[in-house]
């Protein structure tokens, strides 16, 4: 399996947050934890990985496309966002940071930082009636948005892999990069 970076690990990840591919590619080749996520042909994968001489984790979100791992984002935590998470599973990680430094999304009528495997009804079909990111101080940011929209008997449902959107200035001035 190929591994392939998207635009946006190089834009944010690699040139903003200081991340390099040599930690990426140890973080996914010897992983501390690794959790996967496989729903209607999607699978999200993603790693921890406590960082070499340092008290920092790395967590890499991936999703597999074909015969490719495609890195999407990856992220530095603190020692501390570790402890406060009291675990070094990849998923609830991300959680930690997107409560952290996450802006509103809502989905429907769920409005939160971090959603994770969830079916939510929402009032239309269309993607960006059905999703909202609140950021009314247009505070520059970095998402995840793994959500397709589905409907039945009963109206639309959005359907939501991973939803989570970080306020980028804020989560690096946090970092000291």
Not at 41 to 50: A, E, N, P, Q, R
Not at 63 to 82: P, Y
Not at 115 to 137: C, F, G, H, T, W
Request: hydrophobic share 40%.
């Amino acid at each position: 399996m190929a591994t392939v970076y998207t635009e946006l690990f190089q834009k944010e990840c690699e040139n903003r947050f200081g991340i390099t591919r040599d930690a990426v590619r140890d973080a996914i080749a010897q992983p501390d934890k690794e959790q996967r996520l496989s729903s209607q042909g999607l699978t999200l994968i993603l790693y921890s990985k406590k960082a070499p001489g340092s008290d920092d984790y790395f967590v890499v979100n991936s999703h597999v496309q074909g015969q490719d791992l495609i890195v999407d984002l990856a992220f530095r935590l603190k020692k501390e966002l570790v402890e406060e998470a009291k675990t070094d599973l990849p998923f609830p990680l991300m959680q930690a940071l997107a409560l952290r430094f996450g802006l509103p999304v809502k989905v429907g009528e769920r409005e939160t930082k971090f959603i994770y495997n969830e079916v939510l009804p929402v009032a239309s079909k269309d993607i960006k009636q059905a999703m909202r990111i609140s950021n009314p101080e247009d505070r520059p940011l970095i998402s995840a948005i793994w959500m397709r929209m589905l409907q039945n008997d009963l109206g639309f449902l959005a359907q939501c892999a991973l939803v989570f959107c970080i306020d980028s200035k804020a989560y690096n001035e946090w970092l000291g990069v």
